[in-house]
Structure formats: C-alpha cells, structure tokens
C-alpha cells in the first residue's frame, strides 16, 4: 500500500503524528520545504529533543529505506562514502596470474570495477542501490571533523559523489537528506548554506504532554502532567546535562513498569537516573532541590 500523498504541510503534520511523531508547524514547514525543494534539511538542537526522530519518522511516512550514517571523530571517505576492496582484488590478480592471463588481457581498469567497490551509506544514497530515493539521515555532524564537513559539499549541493577511479556519479532522484547536530561545536556556514535550517527547542508543557500522549498511550493522565511538570522544571535549573523528551520518555516508561500513579520523593530518588546522567547533575538535586521540584 502506497503512502497518502503530501500535498500540503497540514497533509504532512497529520501523516507525522499518525507515526507518533508530535511537530510544531515551524518543523512541519521545514520538512515540507526540504521535501518540494530538494534541499537538505539541518535540524539543530539539544540532544533529546528529537532530530534523528525526524529522519526515521520522514522514512515511514513516505515509505522510503532509511540510509543512516553516524558521525564520530575521525570519520573519512572510506568508513562514510567508498572503499576499495583491496583483499578482493590482490586475490583477482592472483587468479589472473595463476592461470596466465596477467600479462595478456589485462588493464587496469579491471581491478576498479563495481564488483570491487565497497558501498557506504552515502554512496548508497546516491547511487539508488536501496531502490527508491532513501532518507539519509547524517547523525551528529558536530562530532565529525571539519574536513569530512568539507567533502560533504558537493554531495549537499549537487547529490553527487565523484570517485577518482571512476568518475562521478550523480543520483537520478535526489535522497532526501536530514542533517543533525547537537552544537558541540560550530558547523561551517558553507554547510549550512547549502541547507534549510531549523532550530529544536524543548517542547512546552502542553506539547511535551501531547508527545507523551502519542508515544504511550496508556499513561495516566495525572502521571502524564506530573511527569512533564516535574522535568520542565528541572531544565530550568543549573545542570550540566539537562534531560530531553528521550529522557521523559524513558522516565515515563520506567515509572509505568514499576506501576507508579503519582510521583513522590521516593520514587524520584529511585529513577533519577533515567532522567538524569551525570552524578553531579544527581547530587545537585538531591542534595536539596528535590523538594522543590516536586512542589
């Protein structure tokens, strides 16, 4: 079964929230402008507020294969884009030889065929091997070097990839690429040129309520507001990690399993570190500011 079409971005927003996924018009808007324009899409933000959602979310409702690279120090061509698979073609060239044929047909163009070229995320992105246009959703940009964020232009730009041996190679339909970063660092403006840019902020009370509506539905109510009330007002206290909608989630799902209605100082203390995953986080709260939370 074909997914509905996206003529607009209401049409969008309720194909979202019908995969559980709760977004704000300005976010809507974005990811429709992404979709009709062919542009990537760099979702910012704090960790926990739910920008890789968007990638898997986008996937399902359009019914397309999910292409996800994550980004870490020291990521390079050869772990993101191509490599060479220099084991099969050392053990071509000793066939070759074996059975006499090294010095009379052979080229070297033959050892830099398709059959020896190693396929990453982005190159299958690009190159339609998943089938339809995937979503390829680059996770965490911030964390890889700058020098990867360079090769990342013209793949950006021009969804193409160019390999010396072979040249290049354009994609017939343009992925629909998402582009995430939690501002560990600061990305290069020539990146964020080449995209349409969208902040994620932390969700307010109502809407923080409503994602967790839409993600468990068969949370109290009463635990719902008590849940959210008390993890709103915990980021606006000084932490060094404050916790996302992931972390309320989470929080949410593990107070259900121990079959709590209603939070008290118990149980906080007991859960804590669902919420929160730094021990000086922890003992700031504990040490005197769990009451006040609570009240």
């Known amino acids: 079964m074909s997914p509905a079409p996206i003529c607009s971005v209401e049409d969008l927003q309720t194909a979202l929230q019908n995969h559980r996924y709760i977004a704000g018009r300005s976010l809507a808007v974005a990811i429709y402008l992404a979709i009709k324009l062919h542009k990537p899409l760099f979702l910012e933000g704090e960790a926990g507020v739910g920008k890789t959602e968007v990638a898997k979310v986008l996937a399902a409702v359009l019914d397309r294969p999910l292409i996800r690279l994550q980004c870490y120090e020291g990521l390079d061509v050869s772990t993101a884009v191509y490599e060479w698979n220099y084991a099969r073609q050392i053990l071509y ?25 190693l396929k990453r995320p982005i190159l299958q992105a690009i190159d339609g091997s998943v089938g339809r246009a995937p979503v390829l959703l680059i996770d965490e940009i911030d964390r890889a070097d700058e020098e990867f964020e360079a090769f990342l232009l013209e793949i950006l730009s021009d969804f193409q990839v160019t390999i010396p041996e072979i040249g290049t190679l354009r994609a017939a339909e343009p992925p629909i690429v ?48 008590a849940v959210v009330g008390f993890v709103q007002r915990l980021r606006q206290e000084d932490l060094y990690k404050k916790p996302g909608v992931a972390e309320t989630l989470d929080w949410m799902e593990a107070l259900m399993a121990l079959n709590q209605e209603t939070l008290n100082e118990e149980v906080v203390l007991e859960t804590l570190g669902v919420l929160l995953k730094y021990q000086d986080d922890i003992a700031y709260v504990t040490a005197g500011r769990l009451k006040a939370l609570l009240s």
């Open 93 to 117: 060239i000793r066939l070759l030889e074996a059975s006499g044929q090294a010095q009379a047909g052979f080229h070297l163009a033959d050892l830099f065929g398709p059959e020896f070229l």
């Open 178 to 225: 998402v582009v995430t970063s939690n501002r560990t660092r600061e990305v290069h403006d020539a990146l964020k040129r080449r995209c349409l840019y969208h902040w994620i902020d932390y969700p307010t009370f109502a809407r923080e309520c409503e994602i967790v509506r839409a993600r468990i539905p068969d949370a109290p109510l009463r635990l719902t507001e």
